[in-house]
T-cell receptor
Framework: DVKVTQSSRYLVKRTGEKVFLECVQD?????MFWYRQDPGLGLRLIYF???????EKGDIPEGYSVSREKKERFSLILESASTNQTSMYLC????????????FGEGSRLTVL | QKEVEQNSGPLSVPEGAIASLNCTYS??????FFWYRQYSGKSPELIMS????GDKEDGRFTAQLNKASQYVSLLIRDSQPSDSATYLC???????????FGAGTTVTVRA
């Protein structure tokens, strides 16, 4: 059974804190993605990685960074959390083709106070 | 202009009726299209993939692509309460690894 696991389902952080969101997949997928989902705005791509140590900015990368040191793990980092980063964060992975299905994790709901 | 647009709904249909969802996309060169379903509090899951070689049917679901008009539709026949969810349209606009998602259409099937 394929699985994408996000480390935290719910987090509450304070403005200015550094936040790490971890994502692990067990499907040996090359591509991994971080999206945020907000009401009325749908899924917006923050960053993606097409291979180990490779990363590319998505549509809304400002305020975020990522790390992919191992194939199975893709981390999203908020260097200094702000209230407008309160959101649902979804990690996804897929095989390295343009037709592959995205497999999503359960999501991490982050609240920044 | 957003790359992928959907009516947010909510779309309310009686049980047994047909639910019709539409999605328009801006990049005429897009080659692959997807419908994801997201239940409340859950993550999206793929239900249909459509490529520019015809319509696709899977059980009660039919996906149609109109490249000339740049829209994709999803029909849910014999709608069931279990179909109540948000349906996300996704498009691969540059034939690369990234998908662009619409905001989703929320469907409620009334028993």
């Amino acid at each position: 059974d394929v699985k994408v696991t996000q480390s935290s389902r719910y987090l509450v952080k304070r403005t200015g804190e550094k936040v790490f969101l971890e994502c692990v997949q067990d499907m040996d997928h090359e591509n991994m993605f971080w999206y945020r989902q907000d009401p009325g705005l749908g899924l917006r791509l923050i960053y993606f990685s097409y291979d180990v140590k490779m990363k590319e900015k998505g549509d809304i990368p400002e305020g975020y960074s990522v790390s992919r040191e191992k194939k199975e793990r893709f981390s999203l980092i908020l260097e200094s959390a702000s209230t407008n980063q309160t959101s649902m964060y979804l990690c996804a992975s897929k095989v390295a083709t343009n037709t592959g299905e995205l497999f999503f994790g359960e999501g991490s709901r982050l609240t920044v106070l | 202009q957003k790359e992928v647009e959907q009516n947010s709904g909510p779309l309310s249909v009686p049980e047994g009726a047909i639910a019709s969802l539409n999605c328009t996309y801006s990049d005429r060169g897009s080659q692959s299209f997807f419908w994801y379903r997201q239940y409340s509090g859950k993550s999206p899951e793929l239900i249909m993939s459509i490529y520019p070689n015809g319509d696709k049917e899977d059980g009660r679901f039919t996906a149609q692509l109109n490249k000339a008009s740049q829209y994709v539709s999803l029909l849910i026949r014999d709608s069931q309460p279990s179909d109540s969810a948000t349906y996300l349209c996704a498009v691969n606009p540059r034939d690369d690894y990234k998908l662009s998602f619409g905001a989703g259409t929320t469907v409620t099937v009334r028993a």
